[in-house]
């Protein structure tokens, strides 16, 4: 069965539901690989560094690079070049501020330890932005998504690449997946 079809018979809350049961399975598969990977299992937790002049300056300043970025391929391209098929905007329109805000922090978290945190780590910079891009299968097929995933996805592995630091990983990912999920749930909001 196909992608599409699997989500059509999933109820909006059923599909949030899937999204945050996938998450724990990365977080799962991060400490898993970490046992085989690394000779300390918890060596990422160090990745974790609260300097706040790199979590401004590379977390937020990557974060409205990327935003900018997205919002002129809205501009310049027509929304079925964009759309993931509906997918974001079923699992953000009518969710609350709170659901809306642990979801996409949730997400950032679970997506940087397993794709920086542990096989960026582990194989490299390349590796584990490709491995990112794939993930999001969804996006194969609409090209103007995919060079978007992949620019973001190289992107942010390049930041951790200067900083080494999962902090500002997680702040980049989470900033641009709160801000274009509360940009959905609003517009959605507007139209009524």
Request: glycine residues 4%.
């Amino acid at each position: 069965m196909k992608q599409s079809e699997i989500m059509k018979r999933l109820t909006d809350k059923e599909l949030r539901q899937q999204v945050v049961l996938t998450q724990i399975l990365l977080l799962i598969g991060s400490y898993i690989l970490s046992v085989f990977l690394f000779e300390q299992p918890l060596k990422w937790i160090n990745l974790f560094q609260l300097d706040l002049k790199e979590i401004f300056l590379f977390g937020i300043g990557t974060a409205l690079i990327i935003l900018l970025m997205d919002l002129i391929i809205m501009l310049i391209f027509p929304i079925e070049y964009y759309d993931d098929g509906g997918i974001n905007k079923r699992l953000f329109r009518n969710i609350t501020f709170p659901s809306l805000l642990l979801i996409t922090l949730f997400v950032a978290i679970a997506e940087e330890m397993l794709f920086r945190g542990v096989i960026q780590s582990s194989f490299g910079y390349i590796v584990a932005s490709t491995t990112f891009a794939l993930v999001h299968i969804r996006y194969l097929k609409k090209p103007v998504l995919l060079l978007s995933v992949l620019f973001v996805s190289f992107f942010i592995g390049y930041i951790f690449e200067l900083t080494g630091n999962l902090a500002v990983t997680i702040t980049a990912h989470f900033i641009i997946d709160f801000v274009l999920a509360l940009f959905i749930r609003l517009k959605k909001r507007c139209k009524h």
